[in-house]
């Protein structure tokens, strides 16, 4: 049987496998998902040694941005985002794709969270972060402001944002219709608020991208300040159900 899974580090907890196998299965795909939890120190020799019966996988923290090195091409979205989350194996020829961009705008629509002449505020400026970005700004956001630690680093990757901020000092949110935190703070590993929210709107909404836990401590804060919350759940199946599609191409070649 062909295999496929998810590539990353320290992701014993991800509901991936889970996820697709059981899609697998209701839709009888003839596919086997697993975890490739790999070292940074042998990414590249995961990638050179793929056994033949791997068509592909998806790619998570902290190899989304490291992966296109390895790559022979890189789709759109995934080469203006310069952020790779899918990779289809092409008779050895390895081929990269952002299913985030497509699985995060499925979300928005389907938790009624609207974009348009909005304000929103991005926490983070990683592989994930740069996939929310460019959907943000083709859904027609009013003002996209960014939350990072490393400022320098953000204003050069975000040049057309509005406003770099300093995540560690944010804590009035009221500008905001939306905040999206596509920090890893407030995974299983690490659940902590990305911010300290003290000002707020009522009508704000905070968007997650971590699934588990299903609340975490940024969400919690949310919830107990009366807003609508939103964990990274619908956006991790809708990107799981692009990139099977892409996975389905190759599949029926064979």
Known sequence: MKKVGL????INYSKSPSIHNKYYKDNNIQLNYTLFD?????????????????????????????IIYYLDEVNYPANLIKAVNTVVNVSGKFIGYNTDYFGFIKSLEENNVKVKDNNVLILGNGGA???????????????????????????????????????????????????INATTLGNINNNISPITIEKYKKSTILYDLNYIPEVNEFLKRGLDLGLKVVNGWDMLYYQAVYSIKLWEKELNKI
């Not at 590539?7 to 320290?10: A, D, R």
């Not at 995961?46 to 902290?62: W, Y």
């Not at 204003?155 to 509005?162: A, G, L, P, Q, R």
Request: hydrophobic letters at 35%; charged letters at 35%; proline letters at 2%.
């Open 38 to 66: 790999t070292r940074e120190e042998d990414l590249e020799s995961f990638i050179k040694n793929l056994p033949e019966n791997i068509i592909g996988f998806n790619v998570t923290v902290p190899y989304k941005e490291k």
């Open 7 to 10: 590539l990353g580090k320290n």
């Open 129 to 179: 972060s740069k996939a929310v970005y460019l959907a943000i700004k083709d859904l027609g956001a009013k003002v996209i402001d960014f939350g990072c630690r490393n400022i320098e680093k953000c204003k050069k990757e975000f040049i057309e944002s509005n406003d770099i901020l300093n995540i560690n000092e944010i804590k009035d949110i009221s500008k905001y219709d939306l905040v």
